[in-house]
């Protein structure tokens, strides 16, 4: 039996809320299960709504730990901000984006400039907030290193601070990248 922190759980509950709270500060969080809350408005009334959160929620599982606290963050109601989407989530007092990726190499780069779009487009609302990650869910049977490079070749220029974090389905393996580590092996050998 796992023992749980209950220091990191509260610090993690902490931060995360803090976050949440600075980036839509008129919402209401609404507890779904332990350590998970979602935002009043993003619950929605139709059942496509309904059931994308579901899934959402069922995504994230093979990532989060027990001492983990997740927000699902509401999408952003300003005018001005109309078509834009925002990430989905803050993991740990961390913004995540949250893809699902099957498909080929130039998919998973697809889905990923879509999230770090995502999660840049929030950082915006707060400058003092520097970092936002990206967690894909892979379908896909591509192998650990194509899959570095693909999204080493995405950051290429980028500045941001975060991290990609990868859930490789045929494997069932977890692995997480800080975005300076990816960028770091641009011009090496690949490792395919």
């Not at 080929?104 to 990923?112: A, P, W």
Request: with cysteine; glycine share 6%.
């Amino acid at each position: 039996m796992k023992i749980i922190n209950s220091d990191i759980v509260a610090r993690n509950a902490e931060k995360s809320l803090s976050l949440a709270v600075d980036l839509f500060p008129s919402e209401q969080w609404i507890q779904r299960e332990p350590n998970i809350w979602i935002g009043k408005s993003r619950m929605g009334s139709s059942s496509r709504e309904r059931a994308k959160l579901a899934w959402e929620i069922e995504q994230i599982r093979v990532f989060i730990r027990p001492e983990s606290a997740v927000y699902f963050l509401p999408e952003p109601e300003n005018k001005t901000s109309v078509g834009t989407l925002s990430a989905d989530t803050v993991i740990d007092g961390e913004i995540v984006e949250i893809k699902a990726v099957t498909g080929t190499r130039s998919t998973l780069g697809t889905e990923f400039r879509k999230g770090f779009k995502q999660g840049a487009y929030l950082c915006k609302k707060l400058p003092q907030l520097k970092a936002h990650s990206v967690f894909i869910r892979l379908f896909s049977d591509l192998s650990v290193g194509s899959v570095k490079a693909k999204i080493a070749g995405e950051l290429k220029n980028r500045t941001d601070e975060g991290r990609f974090i990868c859930y490789f389905e045929t494997s069932g393996n977890l692995f997480s990248w800080t975005y300076k580590e990816l960028k770091e092996i641009i011009g090496k050998p690949s490792e395919h």
